[in-house]
């Protein structure tokens, strides 16, 4: 398989906000191979003010569980699915905060396999000593922080504090969307071209207003990039698969 590695997803059946069912779910998954998605991580929100992590974690193995039971079905009705599905990945879309570099349980939320972690931060200024949180938690547990959406973003960060976090280690994931709306595609376009941009994700959530248009998003990096900006991130993701442990392989059903 040599598609791209989507690392940001909400493809999980009734984990969070995303896919409200396995049958959503699995036109999702449909949708982003469509568009040259191999891999998936499956990223559900955990929000460490609402969610205890050991809930979280049974609630994102039953979610996954139910996925992988109705997707089994559907190969038994239809062989064709089998081509048209992505590898799947457990991991999650942290949400930041405090002191979370002495939190242990983090690593059960890396991406499965690896020690790189999605994480949101604030949608506010960030203050140097959550910067400071990010670069601990690689010193404490070895753990890389992929900063998600950074799009999102755009709105307060300078391009200082990006270096900065980019000579730490920090990693980062754009959503394909960026590229696709006016107020985001030039400065999206930019970082994409100075290399400040690990990898693209789709950050899709439904089949609706937030369906997967990761598609879209390379047709376009490549008419105003070229080829080569795409490798990159087609590497970055071929790299973090190296380690990753697929939860789901499709030449395993
Ligand atoms: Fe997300």
Known sequence: MSGYFDIHTHVLPRADDGSSSSAESIEMLCALFDQGVSRVVATPHFY??????????????????????????EIGKDESI???LPDIYLGGEVEFFGAMSNVDIL???CISGTKRLLVEMPFAPWKPSMIEELYMLRIKQGITPIIAHIDRYFGFFKSEMLY???????????????FLRFSTRRRALELMRMGMVHYLGSDTHNMGRRAPRIGEAIVEIE?????????????????LAKGAAPLFKVEDR
Not at 54 to 71: Q, V
């Open 48 to 73: 460490a003010s609402s969610d205890e992590p050991e809930e979280f974690l049974l609630r994102r193995g039953a979610s996954m569980d139910r996925l992988l039971a109705r997707i089994d079905e």
């Open 82 to 84: 089998r081509e048209r």
């Open 107 to 109: 690593s059960e939320i």
């Open 223 to 239: 008419k105003r990039l070229g080829k080569e900006a795409l490798k990159i991130i087609l590497g970055n993701g071929s790299y």
């Open 164 to 178: 900065d976090m980019l000579d730490n280690g920090i990693e980062i994931q754009i959503n394909a969307d960026a």
